[in-house]
Structures are given as C-alpha cells and as structure tokens.
C-alpha cells in the first residue's frame, strides 16, 4: 500500500494522528464524531446544534449557529473483544480442542475538527473535518481459525465542506460533499498443519472518493424541532498489492485492487425542550448495510476470461438500524448535565458472522456534561460503555464456497464472540 500518499493528509485533516479503529457502531462505522454527542449516546444529533459538529450529521443545523465558531475534540475508544470456541481439523481426526484470541481489536484515538461561519441571516457555511468508517482486528497467531481470516483494516478520514439556507423561522436545508481518503487491508493464514502461518491471502490499498450529504430541518415550534438527514454511498477502489496462495504469490507481491462501498446512511431525529432546565431528543438511523456482499480482488497478472477476478471473502450482510433517546438537564448558568442510551442492531445474522468481523447487537448507556468556562468558549466530555451481545460465529459457513476451501489449511471452528467498549472524549468549542 502506498500509505505515504494519503497519511500525511489524513493527519493533515484530522489535526492528530488517526489510528486504525475498530468500529462501535454497526460494522465498521463510526459513530464517534464528537464528545458532545457521545454523552447522550448520540440521540437525536440530526435536530441537534451544540456546536460547529452538527454539520456532520446534518448540514441543516448550520443555520442554529450564529457568528463564526469552532470546535474540536477526540475520543478514546478502548475494546475487549474475545473469541472462543472449538477447532476440528479435516485432515486429522484426532486434531481437535479449544482454542481463543482475547483482546484482538485495537485501542484508538478518533480525532475531529469543525468550524462554521453565518454569512447572513439565511446562508450559513461549514466545514468538518472527522472519520465515519473505520476498524482494525488482529487475531492472535496461535488462535486455529486464522484460516478463515486473521485480520481486517480499514481506516476513513472525511473532508466535508457544507453550504445550509435557513428558508424562514420554521424550515431549513442543508447539503454537503465528501471526500474521503481511505485505506484498508485483509488476511488469512494458515493454522494447526505442518504450513502454520502461511499466508493465505492477503490484500491491502488505498484510494480516494467523492459522496456528499443533504438534510433538513423543521422547527414545529418554540420548544419542538425534527431533523433528517441522508448521507450518500461512497465507493472505494482500494489499489495496492496482493500476496499469497490464493494469488499465486507465495513469494511476491501481485498488483491489484478491490472495491470497497461505504454504505449509505439516513438519520431522523427529534428533540424537544420540556422544561427551561429540561431537554429530551431521540432518533433512528438506518444503514445501508445490504450492499456489503463480498469483497473481490481484482489482479490482472492472474486474471482470465473464465475467471476474472478473485473471491476475498464472501459477507452477505443486511440492513441495520439503531435507536437512541437522551435527556438534558441545565444544571445552572454554565453546566449542562447529559445522558442517553442506544441500542444498534447486528448488520449480519449468525448464519453470516464472521470471526474477523465479530458483528452483532450493542447496548449504549452514555453521561456527559458541558461547562460554559466563558462568555465564547465551552468544554464537554463524554462517557459511554457499550455491552456487545455474545453472539455465535461458526466458519466454513455452509453456503459459503470460499469458507470451504479454506478448512483444509486449519480445520472448523464453532464458538462464539463476547466484549465490551468504553469510549471516553473532551471537545471544545469557541465562539468568535
């Protein structure tokens, strides 16, 4: 992969470095965007306008912030993600036990960026500088499963210049385009035979696409607002090298690529201020997750007209949804007290799961608070613990051909994924 084109400007944009992350919302999607939402599990954000991150999650809310105003922040996300279960091999019947990897996704610091400017009563400007998609997972060499798939990477960071018009006191929209820089990687060794650790398969690359994002919002009333907003596919052609024996390169690297769709998203969401001191807000977001099917590489060295591209990995995923409600209370004049819960469903079914990507259903509890230090400049923090439903996973799956082939380099495995994540973030924001 040839990162030193596109790292220097992820940390360019990212104003940090930006590790490999492991993804805490439905499959590899960050939800992650600002420590201000993360305290109230990020409910109701597309009717929300705390600060110049709104724009993220709808372009609309621009016309919510007056003057010019900035805001940054970052959230540390620390998984534990285990799997455990059974090995058989299919070339040794006496070659059987238990076998696990404990731990195998990484830690990570999601850094963001926003500034926003209202350049007249009606038109408002934006920009933001953050990561919607990311994961990284390593299992551990010894764990017999490897062969199935031994790690998974994939690493996003998003420019999003945004432009909204308030069109009167009830009703606004919003619009925006991205450009993402992505880059991400996919193996499989071996395991339990005489060639233990052999690669597989493996593929990493990177590239560089457009999307863009519209939304909307409407203000019912003093105290009533709802928000919707829809964020674009993005498809990534991941150009680097391939190596391994499904590639015919056991001893080199082959050129190629593999395509790579971020899915489309949709946000609605609501909010309403039932009291001076009390706030409630809630949404449901959907994802386009459907489109996950398989990944492909694309290796012209090896390539015929019979066969004219390789299979990487099957994945069969499906649609997800998540719910999310929260409350905010006005403590006094500069404290604001936060909370919410949220509940994000699998985006494949046992039947697909995978052990590099130990999807399944999450449980958010969320606290957070902000404190208005001065008349321009506020800090927020956020705190959310996710519980990760235990979750069968059982590979070669049945209907999956590839999944197949790959027993005879390590045997069968049934088990099943466990973990948890806490997330903790700081953000602040500084009115001009």
């Known amino acids: 992969m040839n990162k030193n084109k596109i790292l220097p400007l992820a940390i360019a944009a990212a104003l940090g470095s930006l590790s490999s992350t492991s993804a805490y919302a439905a499959g590899f999607q960050l939800a992650e965007y600002s420590a201000t939402g993360l305290g109230r599990a990020y409910a109701g954000e597309a009717a929300m306008a705390d600060n110049a991150a709104a724009q993220f999650r709808n372009p609309a809310m621009l016309t919510y912030l007056e003057g010019t105003q900035v805001s940054t922040g970052m959230i540390y996300v620390d998984p534990n993600v285990d799997v ?227 299979p990487v990995k099957e994945e069969n995923w499906r649609d997800n949804y998540r719910v999310a409600i929260g409350a905010t209370y006005q403590l006094n004049d500069k404290t604001e007290l936060r909370s919410g819960v949220a509940y994000d469903t699998s985006a494949v079914d046992d039947a697909n799961r995978t052990i590099t990507i130990p999807e399944t259903d999450r449980l958010w509890l969320s606290l957070g608070a902000g404190y208005k230090w001065s008349k321009n400049l506020t800090l927020d923090a956020g705190f959310t613990y996710i519980f990760a439903k235990e979750a069968s996973v059982k590979e070669p799956r049945d209907h999956v051909q590839s999944d197949d082939d790959a027993k ?25």
């Open 408 to 432: 005879y380099f390590g045997g069968e495995f049934e088990g099943k994924t466990s973990g948890s994540v806490w997330l903790a973030g700081v953000q602040a924001s500084y009115r001009f």
């Open 84 to 310: 455990d279960g059974t090995y058989k091999s299919v070339l040794n019947p006496t070659d059987t036990g238990t076998t696990s990897s404990k731990d195998f996704a990484d830690a990570a610091i999601v850094p963001n960026f926003y500034v926003s400017h209202q350049v007249n009563d009606q038109v408002f400007l934006g920009l933001a500088l953050a990561s919607n998609f990311g994961m990284n997972t390593k299992l551990d060499d010894d764990f017999r499963g490897t062969q199935f798939g031994n790690e998974a990477s994939i690493t996003t960071v998003e420019i999003n210049p945004n432009v909204a018009y308030r069109i009167n006191d009830q009703f606004s929209i919003g619009g925006g385009v991205r450009f993402v820089l992505g880059e991400g990687s996919i193996g499989a060794t071996s395991s339990g035979q005489l060639t233990d650790g052999m690669t597989l398969k493996y593929m990493e690359g990177d590239d560089t696409s457009w999307g863009w994002q519209a939304g909307a919002a409407w203000q019912i009333n003093e105290s009533n607002r709802i928000g919707f907003n829809y964020r674009s596919a993005v498809d990534l052609k991941l150009e680097g090298h391939a190596t391994g024996l499904a590639f015919n390169a056991l001893t080199s690297q082959r050129t190629g690529s593999m395509e790579l769709g971020l899915p489309a998203t949709a946000e609605i969401a609501s909010f309403h201020q039932l009291t001076n001191k009390v706030a409630v807000h809630a949404s449901v977001n959907w994802t386009d997750w459907s489109t996950f099917e398989k990944l492909e590489a694309n290796i012209p060295s090896i390539a015929t007209e019979e066969k004219p591209i390789q």
